[in-house]
């Protein structure tokens, strides 16, 4: 099945930036998205940004649109989430998901239309 592995948080100043990256194995279907989550305790899950397979859809929510960038790098089956003008409210546990398919695939922000799950990787943003 599919892994997902993320790494890059840490902590950082208000205003800094910091780049995250997911890297997806055991893909057995020709198209794919991966996506971005966060989560800190007591608070839903939230969506952040996603891309798929191509590269070429990408969706962001409103609150982090303008400041972070999702990107992919197929050749290294790896998505990027570089944030920047981080500010204390982006404090979370940071997920990649990932979704594959057969057919068209559809970019989202929703937790059920991903199927595997990474770890996580904790970024903390200072005031």
């Known amino acids: 099945d599919v892994r997902l592995v993320e790494s890059g948080g840490g902590l950082v100043q208000a205003g800094g930036s910091l780049k995250l990256s997911c890297r997806a194995s055991?893909?057995?279907?020709?198209?794919?998205?991966i996506g971005w989550f966060r989560q800190v305790p007591g608070k839903e899950r939230e969506g952040v940004a996603c891309?798929?397979?191509?590269?070429?859809?990408?969706i962001y929510a409103h609150y982090v649109k303008g400041r972070f960038i999702i990107s992919s790098d197929n050749a290294k089956t790896t998505v990027y989430l570089q944030m920047n003008s981080l500010e204390p409210e982006d404090t979370a546990l940071y997920y990649c998901?990932?979704?594959?398919?057969?057919?068209?695939?559809?970019?989202?922000?929703?937790?059920?239309?991903?199927?595997?799950w990474g770890q996580g990787t904790q970024v903390t943003v200072s005031s």
């Open positions: 055991g893909f057995t279907r020709p198209n794919y998205k």
């Open positions: 998901a990932a979704y594959e398919d057969w057919g068209d695939i559809y970019i989202s922000l929703l937790d059920r239309d991903h199927s595997y």
């Open positions: 891309i798929d397979s191509t590269g070429g859809h990408t």
